[in-house]
């Protein structure tokens, strides 16, 4: 990032120790939470992607502006292979540099997103010398013999042709990208195969038919009677689809070991989810890293630091559930894609309140494109509305948010569509938050926004003090001791500037008689609480 004091270390340091100075970033794992580290500390995304064809020189004229409206920190964008590639081991290069100086420009960072063998489970973006040639690089055969259109895992001529090229454009931004404008890639997009649950050419079946490897096998703590068993013998019913999902993510794991030997960004994959409360095999997409396969692409694919969902749900019962069960122990949470309509943004506040390490709605640009009806209609500065309220909120103060998340202080939600109260549970202190009451009155049975919309964040900064922030939504705070009653100590209004807090102002009367209240421009409060 350009800042002064960059700047003038950069005219100070030789460029050989100057890319000593900036750690690569990486995700660090502390008790059971997550954080991405960039430049040394805590980041988080807060992000943008634009749509699939936006990412050439030409269109990022109208790419920029949009970025500038929600105020991202970190642009998602495409690299296709099919231009990267261009002939067999000739690699064209310019589309990327273009990216980074006009991200440098821009001042944000960038999450390469590789569009190599899988794009939304087809292989649409291999060059066009490799499409002229299908029988080196083969699609999956369905079960009644008729191609798929989505490739297969098992030719070792697209893994060859993938690896090499993904190693190639690992190496160039190692030595391009001393700056880490780059802060992480996604390994392909949407993996897997829609229309067939798995691969059934001959050398599939072969495999399939093969006893299940002994690694996964004790992954997935199912050794015991399992040794040399095939799969069906051991999966039953699952045995197809978990088969499919580790051939997918076997591949997909060579590929991504290969380019971090060159490079050790960090890597993710993005699923195309299943219904996450009553899936149903045959409507999503197959050998994806959906939430039941979560074990296997773990075991298969460990050069993959986590698994990415893409939620497209708009109902919050489920777009919770699908942050549930993509938040593990064993996996840090990131949303690398979400409707971009305005009903999306407040599960910026849920995805926060789980511990994300970013979050990014889908489709930010202005080239006339959008994806309705899983998405806004028309993006423009109005559509965009609600979410460069998040980021103007959480802008400023991003280090410190992403810093207390990896702390476990930060709490926050999101308005559900039928329950129109949400209780936090701060140890000492319990924060009600209620939704579509009016700022002045106690407020009794609250009915909600006419639209969802409201959320909250509440970061905890010990002895009793609390930076409070939220949008079209009320909280107020009740120490958990029934014995005790809350007093406000002080409410202060303030600006976040460079991570500090500068009051500009105290609350107190009608503005704190009723609890705090959070309208539509983005304030930040610091709280001290007392009781009597
Ligand atoms: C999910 C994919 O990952 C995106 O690239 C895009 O195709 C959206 N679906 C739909 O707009």
New binding site residues.
């Given amino acids: 990032m350009l800042n002064i004091r960059n700047l003038l270390l950069a005219a100070l340091i030789p460029a050989a120790l100057w890319s000593q100075t900036q750690p690569i970033p990486r995700i660090v794992q502390k008790d059971g939470r997550y954080a991405l580290f960039v430049d040394g500390a805590p980041y988080l995304i807060l992000g943008a992607q634009v749509h699939?064809s936006s990412g050439w020189p030409a269109m990022l004229p109208k790419v920029w502006p949009a970025i500038e409206t929600i105020g991202a920190n970190t642009v998602e964008i495409p690299v296709y292979w099919e231009q990267l590639e261009p002939q067999p081991g000739v690699f064209d290069y310019s589309v990327v540099d273009t990216l980074l100086s006009e991200a440098r420009e821009h001042r944000v960072r960038l999450v390469l997103l590789w569009f190599g063998t899988w794009k939304?489970g087809s292989s649409h973006y291999m060059p066009l010398w490799m499409k002229t040639g299908p029988d080196r690089y083969p699609r999956v055969l369905g079960a009644k013999g008729r191609l798929v259109d989505s490739p297969s895992p098992y030719s070792r001529a697209t893994l060859d042709a993938d690896t090499r090229a993904f190693v190639a454009l690992m190496r160039h931004l190692k030595e391009a990208d001393q700056e880490r404008t780059v802060i992480m890639v996604q390994v392909e997009?949407?993996p897997g195969t829609w229309g067939s649950v798995r691969d059934y050419s001959p050398a599939a079946q072969k495999l399939f038919d093969a006893p299940v490897p002994a690694d996964l096998l004790k992954a997935l703590h199912k050794e015991a009677g399992a040794a040399n068993a095939n799969w069906q013998a051991v999966f039953g019913s699952d045995a197809e689809e978990f088969f499919h999902a580790w051939s997918v993510a076997h591949f997909i794991q060579q590929v991504a070991a290969a380019g971090k030997a060159e490079y050790p960004l960090p890597l993710y994959v993005?699923a195309?989810l299943r219904d996450p409360m009553n899936p149903s095999r045959g409507t999503y997409e197959s050998g994806g890293a959906t939430d039941n396969v979560i074990p296997i692409w773990k075991a298969a694919a460990p050069a993959i630091d986590l698994l990415a969902p893409?939620i497209y749900l708009d109902d919050s019962a489920r777009y919770f559930k699908v942050l549930d069960l993509y938040r593990r122990p064993d996996n840090a949470l990131f949303v690398p894609?979400t409707g971009n309509s305005p009903a999306y943004a407040r599960y910026f506040f849920a995805a926060l309140g789980r511990g994300t390490i970013g979050f990014s709605p889908?489709?930010v640009d202005y080239t006339g494109y959008a994806?309705a009806p899983?998405g806004a209609p028309k993006i423009n500065e109005e559509s965009l509305a609600q979410f460069s309220l998040n980021y103007k909120l959480a802008g400023p103060m991003m280090r410190d948010l992403a810093r207390l998340s990896f702390e476990g202080k930060l709490h926050a939600v999101a308005e559900e569509e039928q329950t129109h109260t949400q209780t936090m549970d701060l140890g000492p202190w319990k924060a009600a938050v209620s939704y579509g009451v009016p700022s002045f009155g106690f407020g009794n049975n609250p009915p909600g926004n006419p639209q969802p919309e409201g959320r909250v964040l509440v970061a905890d900064l010990g002895d009793n003090r609390f930076l409070v922030t939220g949008l079209f939504s009320r909280i107020d705070f009740q120490a958990s001791d029934p014995a005790q009653q809350r007093e406000f100590l002080r409410v202060e209004e303030g600006t976040y500037e460079n991570g500090a807090f500068t009051p500009i102002r105290i609350w107190n009367g009608d503005q704190t008689d009723y609890g705090l209240n959070f309208a539509a421009s983005p304030v930040i409060l610091r709280v001290t609480l007392g009781t009597f």
Wanted: net charge negative; aromatic share 8%; glycine share 8%.
């Fill in positions: 699939n939304n997009n949407e993005n195309a893409d894609e889908f489709g994806n899983l």
